[in-house]
Structures are given as structure tokens and as C-alpha cells.
């Protein structure tokens, strides 16, 4: 045993002595040849697998890009024009829509001009028959009660009477009916 602990202690004093193998001056030749070698082989290595693989998925991906980019740009030119045609077109039914309004105005005003220039005539109806009583009143306008719009023959005690009669000759037909 006492054989062993001088060698172990041999081995370590030649360590303490010789420090880091790498920093002795006397291998450096052979770590640089190593190195060299090392960093040709992994270049190699690089510059014919990696690389021409990564060199091809970056050219794809650029070219899916562009074609992206390209497609992107004629959409927008599509929803560009798009935009502009429904603009047109709103504008075109907002024109349409307008002068139809104006046109439907000047009708109502020319029909309510029309109806203010008449007096109308409105009489009883008896048994589907028109009577003049002429027990008249008038009908003004709500808003201007000097303008007359209609005289309205009222009915009297005959008239009642022969009403009441055409009534109760129609009531059978009536109950036929329903």
C-alpha cells in the first residue's frame, strides 16, 4: 500500500507541477492542427448539408412571402375598387331615391292644391241612393277654419224615416248573409 500512496502522490505532484494540459506550450502545436481540423471538418459539414438546406427553405419562404405580398396587393386593389362601386352605386340610389321624393312631393302639392280649390258635395246615402236635402252645413279645415272644404247635407225627419225603412227591408239580406 505504501507503494500505491507514494505513486498517487508521484502522479499528483507531476500534475501540480504541469498545470492545465492545455495551456502547456509544448502541445499547442497539436491542439491547433486539431483544431484546424475540427473547424474544416464542421465547415464541410456546414457548407454541404446545412447549409444549402437552410439556404433552400429561406428562398421558399421568400418567394411565399412575395406571392403574400402580391396577392395581398390585388385584393386590395379588388375591395379598392369594390369600395368605389358601391359608393357609386350609393350615391346613384340616394339621387334616384331624392328625385323621387321630389316628384312625389309635387304630386301631394299638386293634389292638396287641387282639393283645396273645391268645395265638395257630399249627401246622405238612403238604400244606395244618393239625397240632396238641402239642409246644408259646412265642413272647414281644422287648422283654418275660414276655408270651406265641403257642404254636408244633413238629414231630416224623412229622411230618417225612409232610412230606418230600407234598414229593416235589408235586414234579411243581411242574416242571409251572415
Known sequence: MASSTTTAASKAVEASEGGLPQLDFSTFGNQIFWLLVTL????????????????????????????DVAMAE????????????????????????????????AEIKAELDRQMSEVIEIPCIIDGKEVFTGNIATQVIPH???HIIARVHLAGKDEMENACKAAVNAQQNWIDIG
Request: charged share 25%; glycine share 2%; no cysteine.
Open 74 to 105: 390585388e385584393l386590395k386593389e379588388k375591395a379598392v375598387s369594390a369600395e368605389a362601386a358601391y359608393n357609386k352605386a350609393l350615391n346613384d340610389a340616394r339621387s334616384e331615391a331624392a328625385r323621387i321624393v321630389e316628384a312625389t312631393k
Open 144 to 146: 283654418n277654419h275660414s
Open 40 to 67: 474544416i471538418v464542421i465547415y464541410l459539414i456546414l457548407s454541404k448539408l446545412a447549409l444549402p438546406r437552410i439556404a433552400a427553405v429561406l428562398v421558399e419562404r421568400q418567394g411565399t412571402i412575395s406571392h
